[in-house]
């Protein structure tokens, strides 16, 4: 439900952004407007509009602030980017962000860089400008916030390394990998994270290492990005990180293996899938559903014999590309007592009348009947048979 009212919001966003572009061009009189005017381009809007368009975003009420904002960024005048970034700073609401930021994307303006390297030397601005640089990928604040995190303010430090994820770039690779090996364990998080989302395959062996880390934040997030650098060679420490003494390094630790989809996970995946808690099983169950292979069929289809529902409900795309017509009842009871939102999709839309008829009822009963069909491939009944 939290990704719906995300979407309904920005749909609400645009709407009134258009709403008020329109109203604020009618506000114009019809008497004023001469013939042998040019024809206005485009995304322009006039002078009196677009003012109050710019007034708009100093309004006390949000939605106003965040609909002129979307409204500014449709227009792509770039006479609108310092008045963004101004608002982008003075927002209350962290939520609301997202929307200036895209604006001035929209808008595709340098001067945006100007401004937020400018605002990097204030430290009321300083945080909130290195996270937009991040946001926006804007290069020439890469070096910038490589001198934020060599410097000896720890604020600064971590503000830079959780400014740097975002930004994509691998020259901070170097500097994120020895900020792995930092004191301080808030610094190392960030760190850890941000080598995830930069991507960078020569981050693996210090990811591999701070997996011992004493800290489980960091030990968590080194998990999910070795997950998102899919690199085989982190299949063995991952498979040792099951057994970490945190249960979100667990989860993190069987995520990251079905990511990566290394048959040589299967064994330890097992293991947890037996003996681990719900919340490890489910993680580890769909793990094996990606990896596939005899070792995690065995396995599954035992879990599904032996009515462990935990299991059945998070390997449910296994068992619907299996398509038997046997399992039928347990996976609707699956749906029923353990299953969630992805998985009463999964069965609405992979061909079984019987699975979907389910789905929708479970759909009924939890209030989701407006569910869209799933992201990328669809999950296609006895598929693989």
């Given at each position: 439900?939290?990704?719906?009212?995300?979407?309904?919001?920005?749909?609400?966003?645009?709407?009134?952004?258009?709403?008020?572009?329109?109203?604020?061009?009618?506000?114009?009189?019809?008497?004023?407007?001469?013939?042998?005017?040019?024809?206005?381009?485009?995304?322009?809007v006039c002078?009196?509009?677009?003012?109050?368009?710019?007034?708009?975003?100093?309004?006390?009420?949000?939605?106003?602030?965040?609909?002129?904002?979307?409204?500014?960024?449709?227009?792509?005048?770039?006479?609108?980017?310092?008045?963004?970034?101004?608002?982008?700073?003075?927002?209350?609401?962290?939520?609301?962000?997202?929307?200036?930021?895209?604006?001035?994307?929209?808008?595709?303006?340098?001067?945006?860089?100007?401004?937020?390297?400018?605002?990097?030397?204030?430290?009321?601005?300083?945080?909130?400008?290195?996270?937009?640089?991040?946001?926006?990928?804007i290069?020439?604040?890469?070096?910038?916030?490589?001198?934020?995190?060599?410097?000896?303010d720890?604020?600064?430090?971590?503000?830079?390394?959780?400014?740097?994820?975002?930004?994509?770039?691998?020259?901070?690779?170097?500097?994120?990998?020895?900020?792995?090996?930092?004191?301080d364990?808030?610094?190392?998080?960030?760190?850890?994270?941000?080598?995830?989302?930069?991507?960078?395959?020569?981050?693996?062996?210090?990811?591999?290492?701070?997996?011992?880390?004493?800290?489980?934040?960091?030990r968590?997030?080194?998990?999910?990005?070795?997950?998102?650098?899919?690199?085989?060679?982190?299949?063995?420490?991952l498979?040792?990180?099951?057994?970490?003494?945190?249960e979100?390094?667990?989860?993190?630790?069987?995520?990251?293996?079905?990511?990566?989809?290394?048959?040589?996970a299967?064994?330890?995946?097992?293991?947890?899938?037996?003996?681990?808690?719900?919340?490890?099983?489910?993680?580890?169950?769909a793990?094996?559903?990606?990896?596939?292979?005899?070792?995690?069929?065995?396995?599954?289809?035992?879990?599904?014999?032996?009515?462990?529902?935990t299991?059945?409900?998070?390997?449910?795309?296994?068992?619907?590309?299996?398509?038997?017509?046997a399992?039928?009842?347990?996976?609707?009871?699956?749906?029923?007592?353990?299953?969630?939102?992805?998985?009463?999709r999964?069965?609405?839309?992979?061909?079984?009348?019987?699975?979907e008829?389910?789905?929708?009822?479970?759909?009924?009963?939890n209030?989701?009947?407006?569910?869209?069909?799933?992201?990328?491939?669809?999950?296609?009944?006895?598929?693989?048979?």
């Amino acid at each position: 439900m939290r990704n719906l009212h995300c979407a309904f919001r920005r749909v609400l966003f645009v709407v009134l952004g258009i709403g008020l572009c329109v109203r604020l061009s009618a506000q114009q009189s019809p008497q004023t407007a001469k013939p042998e005017e040019p024809e206005v381009i485009p995304g322009e809007v006039c002078s009196s509009s677009f003012d109050r368009l710019i007034s708009s975003l100093r309004s006390k009420e949000s939605m106003v602030r965040v609909a002129a904002a979307e409204c500014l960024g449709a227009t792509g005048d770039k006479r609108a980017v310092e008045p963004l970034v101004r608002a982008r700073f003075a927002e209350e609401y962290p939520r609301y962000v997202q929307v200036y930021e895209d604006a001035l994307r929209a808008i595709n303006d340098p001067h945006t860089a100007d401004l937020l390297l400018a605002a990097l030397n204030s430290p009321r601005t300083r945080w909130a400008a290195a996270w937009s640089l991040g946001r926006l990928q804007i290069s020439s604040g890469v070096e910038p916030l490589l001198k934020l995190l060599d410097s000896k303010d720890i604020e600064e430090r971590r503000m830079a390394a959780d400014a740097l994820g975002p930004m994509k770039d691998s020259r901070a690779v170097g500097p994120l990998c020895a900020a792995l090996n930092a004191q301080d364990e808030v610094l190392r998080r960030y760190a850890a994270s941000a080598l995830g989302q930069i991507g960078d395959l020569h981050a693996i062996d210090s990811l591999i290492a701070a997996l011992l880390d004493s800290d489980d934040g960091v030990r968590w997030n080194t998990a999910n990005s070795l997950g998102e650098l899919r690199d085989a060679r982190a299949v063995g420490p991952l498979g040792r990180a099951l057994g970490d003494d945190d249960e979100n390094v667990q989860k993190a630790a069987a995520d990251a293996l079905g990511k990566i989809g290394d048959s040589r996970a299967a064994e330890a995946l097992v293991v947890a899938v037996e003996s681990g808690n719900r919340a490890v099983q489910w993680h580890s169950a769909a793990a094996l559903a990606e990896i596939g292979g005899p070792q995690a069929e065995q396995t599954l289809t035992t879990g599904l014999k032996k009515g462990k529902l935990t299991v059945v409900a998070a390997a449910y795309p296994f068992f619907i590309r299996k398509g038997n017509s046997a399992w039928i009842p347990v996976l609707v009871q699956a749906l029923n007592e353990r299953g969630d939102q992805e998985m009463a999709r999964g069965l609405m839309y992979c061909g079984n009348p019987e699975l979907e008829d389910a789905a929708r009822d479970w759909a009924k009963r939890n209030k989701a009947e407006d569910m869209e069909p799933p992201q990328g491939p669809v999950l296609i009944w006895g598929s693989q048979k």
